[in-house]
């Protein structure tokens, strides 16, 4: 390069660290119902990722810290300050339901991930289907056992939907075998709760052949549990989330027998976002798919759950 080109060149460059970076046009509100759980941090950075490539929008996030109210100041604050679109994922389906109704009613679309609300004023949601994870979990749980034996489960949420879908769904995969729930515990989601839980079950129980966990926290807080009584490897370990760092993680250590993949659906979040605020239609849900990971198949991603 000559000298005169060279400073062409270096001028360019210095002009366009001088240009102001392109504005935002729409902001969106991004409400996270608790970051105490890994899946949903990962569900934040998926979105994050998503925005980064979009200059033309702003995400603003909030951590509701596992509490309903602070959530719900969360979308009124949302509101007050004019968002052109609002991202929740909430804790709990009842108390949740009302101030996204009165946001989706003030004109301001609402997309509703993993937890659904009740009724339908909302713009869009976008999840997986808990209750045919739950089966799908239920179906391998009583196959892998040949169809009999004493199973924990270690309960997320009861209040949230997901969480009454993952045990209606497990229900309805163990029916007709000779499976027994010997012991059930809501442990809100958390692997200490479940730890704690499964310690309890442990005590109770002379014989456990499988944990199975609403999440893969859970199933890991179990395995922790039993590992220490000296009882890990009389039993068998079945988690929901499939994490790469964590649920997949565990299959190739041989911690967890089997795991369902529960995707974020964090992408999804932001290209719906888009085409909603482009004035796209966008379907009313969007159903995501899933996988089970096994010591069998992780090497080759995993097996699609059938539809």
């Not at 007050?80 to 994922?89: E, F, K, M």
């Not at 129980?205 to 220490?228: F, M, T």
């Not at 290209?271 to 069998?296: D, F, H, Q, W």
Request: charged share 25%; proline share 6%.
């Amino acid at each position: 390069m000559t000298g005169r080109g060279f400073i062409v060149a270096a001028l360019a460059l210095f002009t366009a660290a001088l240009a102001p970076a392109q504005k935002a046009r729409w902001t969106i509100g991004m409400s996270q119902c608790n970051l105490g759980e890994p899946w949903r941090v990962q569900m934040n950075a998926d979105i994050r990722k998503a925005a980064e490539k979009h200059p033309e929008i702003t995400v603003v996030y909030k951590d509701a810290q596992n509490d309903n109210l602070r959530q719900v100041a969360h979308l009124e604050e949302f509101v007050r300050a004019g968002v052109n679109l609002i991202l929740i994922s909430p804790k709990e389906a009842a108390p949740l339901t009302r101030p996204v109704a009165d946001a989706y009613d003030r004109g301001i679309p609402v997309i509703v991930l993993d937890r659904k609300i009740l009724g339908d004023r909302y713009t869009c949601f976008i999840g997986a289907d808990n209750r045919k994870i739950g089966r799908a979990a239920g179906r391998w749980i009583a196959h892998f056992l040949g169809g009999k034996g004493n199973v924990v489960e270690l309960k997320g949420l009861m209040t949230s939907i997901p969480g009454q879908d993952r045990n209606s769904g497990f229900r309805e995969g163990i029916r007709g075998s000779q499976v027994q729930v010997a012991f059930e515990a809501d442990m809100k989601w958390l692997e200490p709760n479940a730890r704690k839980e499964m310690e309890s079950a442990l005590a109770r129980l002379p014989k456990i052949d499988l944990v199975y966990g609403h999440n893969d926290p859970a199933a890991h807080g179990a395995y922790l549990a039993a590992k220490a009584a000296g009882r890990a490897g009389e039993m068998a370990f079945v988690g929901i989330d499939g994490l790469p760092q964590e649920g997949q993680m565990y299959v190739r250590q041989g911690i967890l027998s089997a795991c369902f993949e529960y995707p974020t659906g964090g992408g999804e979040a932001i290209e719906t976002a888009l085409a909603i605020l482009g004035g796209k239609p966008v379907p009313r849900e969007i159903t995501l798919p899933s996988r089970v990971y096994t010591k069998e198949n992780i090497d080759r991603g995993g097996e699609w759950l059938p539809e």
